[in-house]
């Protein structure tokens, strides 16, 4: 499946008229800094790259509700012209969003590597449902095919992680014991609802049963079977429909605590049995899981560990490097996966020695502190 007809599951003539015009505001935007031969195409990912974009109701006028991510596919650009165009479209993307009305964000693909591109879980979402909103319509056809039923299992240990994250955001904010106004209320349960359906993927792809369209995803899930299925598919209809039809003001009377502890909960139930499914391993407790020696699957000994190793030199200093080279060796993708669970199962506890001996912090160090070090790793490679 790739172009699909419309950009949102159920939106009515007025909530896809304007989200066309939104993608020609766009590409007008990325044609006036790039044009053929090098321009090859504006692919739009996501929601509404698939058909199932979500939007709301404004003062009777219809308004995209999820951000707008697009691929521009580019050929014969030398690495100081394509820095430079990332540059440009960065500066574009922020002055689309006062335009559009949600974020705009801008990669650059390189049309020569599509053949060898990497079988992700973005890719092959990518490729099943995507709209070419200017350019070359069958820009990606040189994409080797990628069956969802041969994706690497550890691109959803990747995807937990990175949902679990924005759960680390909400517990920090709750450590800070700050009222929750409607703006952070509405980011708040947003994350708590983006947990629920990676937990959601996370099962599917446990059981080789993954699909990227949320319909399929609602189907799918009702033939699985586990324990606690019944109360996980309870929250998870109220996040698929928050997907597509935001309303977070009806929770403006919940218990966020209540709520966190809930998804948290889940989160880590899932983690635990999605890793046991894809590692065949048990794990006992947390801190089995945050040793070194349990794989995460991200690339450390793919990549090679020599290029780890640089990497950690590069990025932790040579005192790191020399400490523990079990960590060294590997991603630091998979110092955050190993830390993670134990941040969310004991906040505000000092931390374990095994999320300091992952993340390369001093023993002891208050959970606080611990959380502001591990999300500005995240935010450099999740």
Request: aromatic share 10%; glycine share 10%; no cysteine.
């Given at each position: 499946m790739s172009s699909p007809n419309r950009f949102t599951l159920d939106?009515?003539?007025?909530?896809?008229?304007?989200?066309?015009?939104?993608?020609?505001?766009?590409?007008?935007?990325v044609t006036a800094l790039l044009q053929p031969p090098a321009f090859?195409?504006?692919?739009?990912?996501?929601?509404?790259?698939?058909?199932?974009?979500?939007?709301?109701?404004?003062?009777?006028?219809?308004?995209p509700?999820?951000?707008?991510?697009?691929?521009?596919?580019?050929?014969?650009?030398?690495?100081?012209?394509?820095?430079?165009?990332?540059?440009?479209l960065a500066a574009a993307a922020?002055?689309?969003?006062?335009?559009?009305?949600?974020?705009?964000?801008?990669?650059?693909?390189?049309?020569?590597?599509?053949?060898?591109?990497?079988?992700s879980l973005m890719n092959a979402e990518m490729l099943w449902g995507h709209r070419v909103v200017?350019?070359?319509?069958?820009?990606?056809?040189?994409?080797?095919?990628?069956?969802?039923?041969?994706?690497?299992?550890?691109?959803?240990?990747?995807?937990?992680?990175?949902?679990?994250?924005?759960?680390?955001?909400?517990?920090?904010?709750?450590?800070?014991?700050?009222?929750?106004?409607?703006e952070a209320r509405e980011v708040f349960f947003k994350f708590l609802f983006k947990a629920v359906l990676a937990c959601g993927d996370a099962r599917?792809?446990?059981?080789?049963?993954?699909?990227?369209?949320?319909?399929?995803k609602a189907e799918r899930m009702k033939a699985l079977d586990w324990l606690g299925k019944a109360?996980?598919?309870?929250?998870?209809q109220q996040a698929w429909e928050h997907k597509f039809h935001p309303d977070y003001g009806q929770f403006h009377q919940e218990d966020p605590i209540a709520w966190q502890g809930r998804v948290v909960g889940l989160w880590l139930e899932t983690l635990r049995w999605f890793e046991q499914v894809r590692t065949a391993l048990i794990i006992p407790d947390w801190t089995v899981y945050g040793s070194p020696r349990f794989p995460k699957a991200q690339g450390g000994r793919d990549w090679g560990g020599l290029r780890n190793a640089a990497i950690t030199l590069r990025d932790f200093g040579l005192a790191e490097l020399l400490r523990d080279p079990r960590w060294s060796l590997r991603y630091p993708r998979?110092?955050?996966?190993?830390?993670?669970?134990?941040?969310?199962?004991?906040?505000?506890?000092?931390?374990?020695?095994?999320?300091?001996?992952?993340?390369?912090?001093?023993?002891?160090?208050?959970?606080?502190?611990?959380?502001?070090?591990?999300?500005?790793?995240?935010?450099?490679?999740?």
């Open positions: 939106g009515d003539a007025a909530v896809e008229a304007r989200i066309t015009r939104d993608q020609v505001v766009v590409a007008r935007a090859r195409g504006l692919v739009l990912m996501g929601g509404y790259g698939r058909g199932e974009g979500g939007y709301v109701w404004r003062a009777g006028n219809p308004e509700y999820n951000d707008y991510d697009y691929f521009v596919v580019v050929r014969g650009l030398s690495r100081a012209a394509r820095e430079a165009l990332s540059r440009d922020k002055a689309l969003e006062a335009k559009v009305g949600v974020e705009v964000d801008f990669a650059l693909l390189r049309e020569e590597r599509l053949p060898a591109a990497e079988y200017a350019g070359e319509p069958n820009v990606l056809a040189a994409m080797p095919p990628m069956p969802f039923t041969g994706l690497p299992l550890g691109e959803f240990t990747r995807l937990l992680l990175n949902r679990g994250s924005l759960l680390l955001m909400n517990q920090q904010r709750l450590a800070a014991s700050e009222a929750l106004d409607a599917l792809a446990g059981y080789r049963r993954y699909h990227p369209s949320y319909v399929a109360d996980f598919l309870g929250l998870y998979e110092r955050l996966i190993a830390a993670l669970p134990l941040l969310l199962a004991s906040p505000g506890a000092s931390v374990a020695p095994a999320v300091a001996n992952a993340l390369a912090l001093t023993p002891g160090l208050a959970w606080s502190e611990a959380v502001i070090a591990f999300l500005a790793l995240w935010r450099r490679f999740a």
